[in-house]
């Protein structure tokens, strides 16, 4: 390791948080785990989310814009009634 994260480990060492260097080696690998869980349950979502949107699409579910200012519009009026609560 270098100085700095050697001065770190035992700076969180001495202030009481851990009681030695292997927690806090255990401590940030299980940040490490948590991460990659999270990462890998984000791209689970993301790929879901696509195939529904593919599918819309290949069922020709989808409304087509002129332009960005209809666009706009339309997505002001749906989170307006979204905070409405219709």
Sequence with gaps: MTERKDQLVAELVRSG????????????????????????????ALREAAAVGIAALDRGDFIEFPDADALGEYLDAVADSIIRGE
Aim: proline share 0%.
């Design 17 to 44: 948080r851990y009681q030695n260097a292997s927690e806090v080696l255990r401590e940030g690998l299980r940040l490490i785990e948590r991460r990659e869980a999270e990462d890998v349950a984000k791209l689970v």
